[in-house]
C-alpha cells in the first residue's frame, strides 16, 4: 500500500485570487488519502469503509505553524443537535442491520449511549484531535442519513431551504460552513497571489445516500476552478463508475464551453495492478480519458504522482 507521508506542492502560481480545486472519484479511490498527500499531513479521515460524508475545505496559509482544523459555529450547534437525536437513538432495537453492520458507525453508536457528545471546538489542533474531530462529524452525518433523521432535527436558527438541518449547508446565498482544514505553506511552496483551496468530497455513490449530501457535492463542484477525478486502476463496480461520469456530465453542463481542460485526473492504487495480467499503466490512462472524457495530457498515473494543473501551474509532486 502506498503510504504518501510528504508532499512537495513545488509551485503554485495562481492568476486568479482563489483557486478552488475539488476531488471526486469513485468509492475508495482514496481521495482523502490523496488530498493528505497533498497537504503533507495526515489530517483527513480514511479507512476502506464509506468514510467521507461532508466536504472538507483545506487551504495554506502563511500565518500557522501547525495544522488547523476550523468549525464554524452553525457547523458545531448541528452536529451537537445531530448528536443529541442519536443518543436518543442508541439503544434502539435493530441498529445493526439499519447501519449495515458497519462496524465504526455501531462503535459510535455505543459510545454515544454510554458517553458525552465529542465536545467540538471552534479551533482545533493537534493532528490526531483533527481526525478524532472529522471522524466524527462525519459518521454523526452519516448515521442520521442513514437512521433517517435528517429531516427531524429541529433547529430555529438554521435556514430552511426546505425542511431538515443539513439543506443550510448548501444554501446558495451563504458560503457553506464545511470543516475548514489549514496547513503552514511548506517552504518549497509559493503562492505568489491568490490562495489554493483543495476540497475533499464523498463518491457520488456515497452521496446517493442522501440528496442533500448530494446536492453538497455538486454545489462544491460547481463552484470548483480545478476538479481532480480520482479513480482506482483497477477499476471500480459499474454503477459507481457511471455515477462518476454522470456528475462530471452535470459539470459539464454548467461550465461554459472551455474545453475541459478544468479536468484532471489521478489513476490511483497502481500497487494493485498485477504484472503481466492487467492493461499497463498507459492503457488505464487512455481508457480513464476517454471514459470521462478528459484530456489525455490531464490523466496522471505514475507510482510516484506527479501531476501538472496546466492553467494554474501547479505542481504536485507525492512521495510514497
Ligand atoms: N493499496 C492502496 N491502498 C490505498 C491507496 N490509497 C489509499 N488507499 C487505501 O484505500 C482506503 C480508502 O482510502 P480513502 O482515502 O479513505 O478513500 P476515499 O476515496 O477518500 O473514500 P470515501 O471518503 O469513503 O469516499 C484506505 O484504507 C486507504 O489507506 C493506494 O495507493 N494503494
Ligand atoms: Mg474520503
Request: aromatic content about 6%; glycine content about 4%.
Amino acid at each position: 500500500m502506498v503510504t504518501p507521508i510528504t508532499a512537495v506542492v513545488e509551485s503554485c502560481a495562481v492568476e486568479k485570487l482563489e483557486v478552488r480545486m475539488a476531488i471526486v472519484g469513485t468509492m475508495k479511490a482514496g481521495k482523502s488519502t490523496i488530498l493528505n498527500a497533498i497537504m503533507g499531513y495526515e489530517l483527513l479521515p480514511s479507512r476502506n469503509t464509506a468514510m467521507t460524508t461532508l466536504p472538507t475545505e483545506m487551504s495554506f496559509s502563511r500565518h500557522t505553524e501547525q495544522p488547523q482544523l476550523i468549525l464554524k459555529s452553525e457547523l458545531i450547534t448541528t452536529i451537537n443537535n445531530i448528536g443529541r437525536e442519536l443518543k436518543l437513538k442508541s439503544n434502539e432495537r435493530n441498529l445493526e442491520n439499519r447501519l449495515r453492520n458497519d462496524e465504526d458507525l455501531i462503535k459510535m453508536m455505543n459510545n454515544l449511549s454510554t458517553n458525552e457528545l465529542m465536545t467540538l471546538e471552534a479551533t482545533t489542533y493537534g493532528n490526531l484531535k483533527i481526525v478524532d474531530s472529522l471522524k466524527y462529524i462525519n459518521d454523526v452525518v452519516r448515521i442520521s442519513i442513514m437512521l433517517n433523521i435528517e429531516n427531524t432535527i429541529n433547529s430555529t436558527w438554521i435556514p430552511r431551504l426546505r425542511g431538515g438541518a443539513l439543506p443550510f449547508l448548501y444554501s446558495k446565498e451563504n458560503a457553506p460552513p464545511l470543516p475548514r482544514l489549514k496547513v503552514p505553506l511548506p517552504h518549497s511552496f509559493s503562492i505568489p497571489k491568490g490562495e489554493l483551496i483543495i476540497i475533499d468530497t464523498s463518491g457520488p455513490n456515497d452521496s446517493n445516500l442522501s440528496a442533500h449530501l448530494r446536492q453538497i457535492v455538486i454545489s462544491q463542484l460547481q463552484r470548483a476552478t480545478l476538479i481532480l477525478v480520482a479513480v482506482k486502476f483497477i477499476g471500480s463496480d459499474s454503477t459507481d463508475e457511471a455515477k462518476l461520469q454522470e456528475d462530471i456530465e452535470t459539470i459539464r453542463e454548467y461550465r461554459d464551453t472551455d474545453g475541459s481542460s478544468y479536468l484532471y485526473a489521478l489513476v490511483n492504487k497502481i500497487d494493485q495492478r498485477i504484472e503481466g495480467k492487467q492493461n499497463s499503466i498507459e492503457q488505464t490512462k487512455a481508457a480513464v480519458a476517454t471514459k470521462y472524457k478528459i484530456p489525455l495530457a490531464n490523466v496522471c498515473g505514475k507510482k510516484w504522482h506527479e501531476m501538472v494543473c496546466a492553467p494554474y501551474s501547479i505542481t504536485f509532486r507525492f512521495r510514497s
